[in-house]
């Protein structure tokens, strides 16, 4: 998975308590995203990161926020976790570029959050 | 409304055999779109990417057609492996961090 890892890989938890999920990635890329994938659903973006502490929402952002303090880290955070918040979350990465989407992302393994 | 639609939703084939993956997208303004495999439990992969002027693109038994005036896009696999069994997913993207993903198309292939 190009060096990136996720974690918690798998998390329950109760309506209402904060999550905060990891990417971690050793390949020195610069933008970072973060994605939740549901049955019938394309993967949907939520944040995604541009550089160091810069980071821009994507289409589903509404009950998350995001952090990145380096390069190698990007942490989302759902602030008090709803149902609706049961998907499994995707971190993807991909070099700078001119067009960023001519640039192949690579995904992590995913964390399956489930929310009681 | 940008959408990008798949077809089918699964598909059932015997190894060996060949099989074609439909993409519609009614997105715009166009960059790119590509074709992602994504095995169960795993993160997708990039198979191929196609810009506007392309309308081939091939990666070992995949090939992926674009046809940038109708809007649609294929995915031939050809003499299919039990690994190939997985979800296909096509992504149009509007240009920077603007992406659409399909639902995807699940494909069991059986031996």
């Known amino acids: 998975d190009a060096g990136i890892t996720q974690s918690p890989r798998h998390k329950v938890t109760e309506t209402g308590t904060p999550v905060t999920l990891r990417c971690h990635q050793t390949?020195?890329?610069?933008?970072m995203y973060w994605y939740r994938q549901d049955p019938g659903h394309g993967l949907r973006l939520i944040h995604y990161?541009?550089?160091?502490?810069?980071?821009d929402k994507g289409e589903v952002s509404d009950g998350y926020s995001v952090s990145r303090s380096k390069t190698e880290d990007f942490l989302l955070t759902l602030e008090s976790a709803t149902s609706s918040q049961t998907s499994v979350y995707f971190c993807?990465?991909?070099?700078?570029?001119?067009?960023?989407?001519?640039?192949?992302?690579?995904f992590g393994p995913g964390t399956r959050l489930t929310v009681l | 409304k940008n959408q990008v639609e798949q077809s089918p939703q699964s598909l059932i084939i015997l190894e060996g055999k060949n099989c074609t993956l439909q993409?519609?997208?009614?997105?715009?303004?166009?960059?790119?779109l590509r074709w992602y495999k994504q095995d169960t439990g795993r993160g997708p992969v990039s198979l191929t990417i196609?810009?506007?002027?392309?309308n081939t693109k091939s990666n070992g038994r995949y090939t992926a057609t674009l046809d940038a005036d109708t809007k649609q896009s294929s995915l031939h696999i050809t003499a299919s492996q039990l690994s190939d069994s997985a979800s296909y997913i096509c992504?149009?993207?509007?240009?920077?961090?603007?992406?659409?993903f399909g639902a995807g198309t699940r494909l069991f292939v059986k031996a």
């Open positions: 993807a990465i991909s070099e700078a570029g001119v067009n960023p989407s001519y640039n192949e992302q690579f």
């Open positions: 992504v149009v993207s509007r240009g920077g961090f603007k992406t659409i």
């Open positions: 390949e020195n890329h610069r933008y």
């Open positions: 990161s541009y550089g160091v502490k810069d980071t």
């Open positions: 993409c519609n997208y009614t997105v715009s303004p166009f960059s790119n």
């Open positions: 196609m810009t506007f002027s392309e």
